[in-house]
């Protein structure tokens, strides 16, 4: 059974910062593109990062500058690094796989929430 467990999520001040965690089963690590998605309150889920296999990444205009995908194969873990965090950041992360760049996912973790505010 493939599974994705998130971690790293909470509650950090305007321009602070948090690292997101994804474990990843190894069987599909390998392969699959590893992206975050996230949903506010009232929003859509939109797609903030996503990393191929290969290491090209891709990032909503929203968050260019201020997160940064990478992975560990040898962890079968992909991470978020996210800097200078605003308010409009706030909402649950969903860490996802995926057969590559705008495909649909196939896998979905369970959620983490990152809250921003004073």
């Known amino acids: 059974q493939v599974q994705l467990v998130e971690s790293g999520g909470g509650l950090v001040q305007p321009g602070g910062s948090l690292r997101l965690s994804c474990a990843a089963s190894?069987?599909?690590?390998?392969?699959?593109?590893m992206g975050w998605y996230r949903q506010a309150p009232g929003k859509q889920r939109e797609l903030v990062a996503a990393?191929?296999?290969?290491?090209?990444?891709n990032y909503v205009d929203s968050v260019k500058g201020r997160f940064t995908i990478s992975r560990d194969n040898a962890k079968n873990t992909v991470y978020l690094q996210m800097n200078n965090l605003k308010p409009e950041d706030t909402a649950v992360y969903y860490c996802?796989?995926?057969?590559?760049?705008?495909?649909?996912?196939?896998?979905w973790g369970q959620g983490t929430q990152v809250s921003v505010s004073s």
């Open positions: 996802n796989a995926a057969l590559g760049f705008f495909v649909a996912p196939k896998y």
């Open positions: 190894k069987s599909i690590f390998s392969i699959y593109t």
């Open positions: 990393i191929t296999s290969g290491g090209s990444t």
